[in-house]
C-alpha cells in the first residue's frame, strides 16, 4: 500500500532506479533465468524461504514493478500479473476451486466472461450461478454449501452498471467467500473496490491501464484482508501444500497467502504468464491513467447527452447520466466519473446498428475498449455473440444495441462522426 496520491503512485510506485545502470525508467528484463548466488540461495528461493527471481515463468523484475504498482493503485497487499484478463479469472478462481464447487456470478458481465463461466469451467468441474447482481435476496439464496466466491464487475461491461459493491460484499461475508470484482472498466483511479469490501480484484491491463491498444495482459489484486482458514473451504490456502514439504500458506503468509500461493503454484502450473515487454508498455500506459481517464469521462458525458437527444437513439445506457439506474450509485463509488464504455439503442434496430458501425470514420470497429482511440462494436454479433438473445439481453447487449469506448479525441469531432454515420 502507499501514502502518495494517485497521481504520484501512478508514476512512482514499484519503479526504482536500476540497480546496476541508475536507468530512471524500468527497465525491460528480458532474461528466461537468473543466476543463483549459490546452492543455499537456489534452495532458499525454491523453497519460498527468500524471495527473489528463480525463471521468469514465475517472476520477472520488469513484472514485479508492475505488480507492485497494482497493489499500491487499487489499496492491496500484493498483485499477480499474468497474460490477459481471462488468464486472470483462472488464476483468481484456481486456488479456491475444486471438482464440484461453484461460483455465483452476475448476469451483466462481458460476454466472454459468460461463455469463460458457462462453459469453460465445466471442463475443470467447476460451474456457475448467474443471477441479478442488485437482487442481494437472490444472490444469497444462490449461495450453497459448495460456493467458493462471487463475482461481478465494478462497471459492467458493455452496459455501464455499477454494481452496489459494499452490498454485495455483505452477502459474500455473511457466507464466508471471497467477492471477486473485475474492474477493468473502472480502473483503480476511478474505483476501488477493496475500499468497498472486495477480496480480490482482476483486471484487464490490455485496456485503460495500457491505453494504447498494443499489449494483453491481466492482474490479480488481493486485499490481504480475508481469513483463508476460518473455514476448510479453502484447503489450497490453508492445509498443508504437498509441493512444497506441507507449507501452509496463509500460515505462513498472512496477507500475502494469495499471492504466494498465484506465483508458486499458479504461475508455475498453469503457465499464464506476462511476458516483460508487455509489463514495460503497462507500465508506461499508467503513468497517465488519471489523465487519461479525466479526458475519456469528460469525452463520454459529451457524447452520451448527445445521444440521448438524439431521435434516432431509443435510450443510452451511461451510468453518468441522470437517466442511468446506476447514476446514484456514481457518487459512492465512483466519484470521479463513470468511466467511457457505455451503450445505445438504435430505434432502427439490428440493420440500423449495422449501417452505423460501416459507416463510422474516426470510431475503429475493433474487438477492445479502453483505447485512447475510440472504439465501436455490435456486440450481439461479435463479443457476446455465443450467448441466447436472452442472455444478450441480461448483459447489456440486445441485438438493437451498439457499444461504444470513447477515447480521447475531440468530443465534437466524435459527435460529428456518430451524426453522419447514422444517416
Known amino acids: 500500500?502507499?501514502?502518495?496520491?494517485?497521481?504520484?503512485?501512478?508514476?512512482?510506485?514499484?519503479?526504482?532506479?536500476?540497480?546496476?545502470?541508475?536507468?530512471?525508467?524500468?527497465?525491460?528484463?528480458?532474461?528466461?533465468?537468473?543466476?543463483?548466488?549459490?546452492?543455499?540461495?537456489?534452495?532458499?528461493?525454491?523453497?519460498?524461504?527468500?524471495?527473489?527471481?528463480?525463471?521468469?515463468?514465475?517472476?520477472?523484475?520488469?513484472?514485479?514493478?508492475?505488480?507492485?504498482?497494482?497493489?499500491?493503485?487499487?489499496?492491496?497487499?500484493?498483485?499477480?500479473?499474468?497474460?490477459?484478463?481471462?488468464?486472470?479469472?483462472?488464476?483468481?478462481?484456481?486456488?479456491?476451486?475444486g471438482p464440484g464447487l461453484n461460483i455465483v456470478a452476475s448476469n451483466r458481465l462481458y460476454g466472454g466472461t459468460v461463455t469463460q463461466f458457462s462453459q469453460t469451467i465445466r471442463r475443470f468441474g467447476w460451474s456457475a450461478k448467474f443471477v441479478d447482481i442488485d437482487d442481494t435476496d437472490a444472490l444469497e439464496a444462490a449461495i450453497d454449501d459448495n460456493t467458493r466466491a462471487v463475482f461481478c464487475e465494478s462497471i459492467a461491461n458493455p452496459g455501464g452498471h455499477i454494481a452496489d459493491l459494499a452490498a454485495i460484499a455483505a452477502v459474500a461475508d455473511r457466507a464466508g467467500v471471497p467477492l471477486i470484482v473485475d474492474n477493468t472498466t473502472a480502473t483503480p483511479y476511478l474505483c476501488r473496490p477493496i475500499e468497498h469490501g472486495a477480496t480480490l480484484v482482476v483486471t484487464s491491463m490490455t485496456k485503460y491501464l495500457t491505453g494504447n491498444g498494443t499489449v494483453t495482459g491481466g492482474a490479480i489484486i488481493d486485499s490481504g484482508r480475508f481469513d483463508w482458514s476460518a473455514s476448510d473451504k479453502f484447503p489450497s490456502l490453508s492445509a498443508p501444500e504437498p509441493a512444497y514439504h506441507g507449507l501452509k500458506f496463509h500460515e505462513t503468509f498472512g496477507p500475502l497467502a494469495f499471492t504466494f500461493h498465484s506465483i508458486a503454484i499458479g504461475l508455475r502450473d498453469l503457465g499464464m504468464t506476462l511476458n516483460a515487454q508487455a509489463a514495460h508498455y503497462t507500465l508506461m500506459g499508467i503513468e497517465t491513467l488519471s489523465l487519461r481517464m479525466d479526458r475519456h469521462v469528460a469525452n463520454a458525458v459529451k457524447v452520451a447527452q448527445w445521444l440521448e437527444r438524439d431521435p434516432r437513439v431509443a435510450y443510452v445506457t451511461y451510468a453518468g447520466l441522470p437517466s442511468s439506474p446506476s447514476y446514484a450509485r456514481m457518487a459512492t463509488y465512483c466519484p470521479k466519473g463513470a468511466s467511457s464504455l457505455f451503450t445505445f439503442s438504435l430505434k432502427g434496430g439490428y440493420e440500423a446498428c449495422v449501417q452505423l458501425i460501416d459507416r463510422v470514420k474516426i470510431f475503429s470497429h475493433v474487438a477492445n475498449l479502453g483505447d485512447t482511440r475510440s472504439l465501436i462494436i455490435h456486440s450481439a454479433s461479435t463479443t457476446h455473440r455465443q450467448l441466447t438473445e436472452a442472455q444478450q439481453i441480461a448483459?447489456?447487449?440486445?441485438?438493437?444495441?451498439?457499444?461504444?469506448?470513447?477515447?480521447?479525441?475531440?468530443?465534437?469531432?466524435?459527435?460529428?462522426?456518430?451524426?453522419?454515420?447514422?444517416?
Not at 525491460?28 to 524461504?49: E, K, P
Not at 487499487?74 to 486472470?88: F, L, N, P, R
Open 1 to 97: 500500500m502507499t501514502t502518495h496520491q494517485f497521481e504520484t503512485a501512478q508514476i512512482h510506485a514499484g519503479a526504482k532506479p536500476d540497480p546496476a545502470t541508475g536507468a530512471r525508467q524500468t527497465p525491460i528484463y528480458q532474461s528466461t533465468a537468473y543466476v543463483f548466488r549459490d546452492a543455499d540461495h537456489a534452495a532458499a528461493l525454491f523453497n519460498l524461504q527468500e524471495v527473489g527471481f528463480i525463471y521468469s515463468r514465475l517472476t520477472n523484475p520488469t513484472v514485479a514493478a508492475l505488480q507492485d504498482r497494482l497493489a499500491a493503485l487499487e489499496g492491496g497487499a500484493g498483485a499477480v500479473c499474468c497474460s490477459s484478463g481471462h488468464a486472470a479469472q483462472i488464476m483468481a478462481l484456481f486456488p479456491l476451486m
Open 395 to 423: 448483459a447489456g447487449a440486445a441485438p438493437d444495441v451498439v457499444r461504444l469506448s470513447i477515447g480521447t479525441e475531440d468530443a465534437d469531432d466524435l459527435i460529428a462522426d456518430l451524426d453522419q454515420a447514422l444517416g
